[in-house]
């Protein structure tokens, strides 16, 4: 780990010169890094194989902006085909679209068996009416999912998945 650690310290004139965000701070991000690769023997062994990818991993996170903080789950480091990849999660993805102003904010509700569903139209918020305090409906079997975003602009725009 002692040669993943050098590595990782060795990114920070990289990092801090591509740096988008100034509240990612290369320290914690490479405290966070080292902690999620001491967790997982199999990401580790892919760094030590494939060092550049973990150091591209790591500028990613400074130009992208987006931490590595687990309890945020904005974003992960993940071993795939014999490289580190930098992935980030959909909560990475609308925390990414809410600070460039794209959307206000966005969310992602599983639909159940029972709920009443229906799309109302382009650019409109779907109706979803349901009993958050139904201990029944939390038995019901999953239907679907569907995101919904507000942008700038005031629409709504909504994807459904089965």
Same mark, same amino acid.
């Given at each position: ?30 405290? /966070? ?64 679209? @809410? ?7 966005? @969310?992602?509700?599983? !639909? ?17 009416? /349901?009993?958050? /305090? ?10 679907? !999912? ?17």
């Amino acid at each position: 780990m002692s040669n993943l650690t050098t590595l990782i310290n060795d990114q920070r004139s990289k990092f801090c010169a591509v740096v988008s965000d100034p509240s990612i701070e290369f320290d914690r991000e490479a405290q /966070f890094a080292m902690q999620i690769i001491e967790q997982n023997t199999y990401l580790m062994g892919i760094a030590k194989q494939n060092p550049n990818s973990l150091r591209n991993a790591i500028i990613n996170v400074a130009a992208i902006g987006i931490s590595l903080n687990p309890a945020s789950k904005l974003a992960y480091l993940v071993p795939r085909d014999g490289k580190v990849c930098l992935d980030l999660s959909y909560m990475g993805l609308m925390h990414l679209a @809410q600070q460039t102003g794209a959307i206000q904010w966005g @969310q992602a509700v599983l !639909v159940r068996e029972g709920d009443v569903f229906e799309l109302q139209g382009i650019a409109k918020e779907p109706l979803h009416k /349901f009993n958050p /305090f139904s201990k029944e409906r939390n038995t019901q079997p999953v239907v679907g !999912v569907y995101s919904v975003v507000k942008t700038d602009t005031g629409d709504h725009l909504t994807e459904c998945m089965s």
